[in-house]
């Protein structure tokens, strides 16, 4: 199994405030979707909550949560990573979607890091983890100006962890 992250977040690395997004980049939407469908996602039960308790389509959903009641319609419940990373094991890619615990967590074990970098700083509450460079190799990027449909400029970076 090949673990990535999947996040946008910006120069201060920001990607939250109040359980929701800050921006709204179309392009960055479709990134997303292009990315996971088909695929198996895990995230953390706020950002379950965040996508309005319910599942995304064409995705296999893993959500973490130390509630031990938790039910989440359409997904699967877990009570910690090592235990969604199991329960995923046979996929060839799963994708980590957030939040910031979750990242923060994951980011030991993820092979493959796709990140928006959205060009503006936020006020926010929640931000992804600060990650090594060197042990990672900048294998892609692709600059996308602010247009009509687009507030913000931002760039798609693919990392990917050194052998």
Do not use: C
């Not at 990315?35 to 706020?46: F, N, P, V, W, Y």
């Not at 308790?53 to 359409?74: E, Q, S, W, Y």
């Not at 959205?118 to 900048?138: I, K, M, Q, S």
């Amino acid at each position: 199994m090949i673990l990535k992250a999947i996040v946008a977040y910006a120069e201060n690395r920001v990607i939250g405030k109040n359980n929701d997004l800050i921006w709204h980049l179309p392009d960055d939407l479709k990134h997303f979707k292009s990315h996971t469908a088909g695929k198996t996602i895990i995230m953390g039960r706020k950002t379950w909550d965040s996508l309005g308790g319910r599942p995304l389509p064409n995705r296999r959903h893993i959500v973490i949560t130390r509630k031990k009641d938790f039910v989440a319609k359409g997904a699967e419940v877990t009570h910690s990573l090592e235990e969604a990373i199991q329960i995923a094991k046979a996929e060839e890619e799963v994708y980590i979607v957030g939040g910031a615990q979750i990242y923060a967590l994951s980011m030991p074990m993820i092979d493959v890091l796709e990140i928006t970098e959205v060009h503006a700083a936020f006020d926010g509450d929640a931000y992804f983890p600060t990650f090594n460079t060197a042990n990672f190799e900048l294998i892609s990027q692709h600059y996308h100006p602010t247009d009509e449909n687009h507030q913000f400029s931002f760039t798609f970076k693919t990392w990917v962890r050194k052998a």
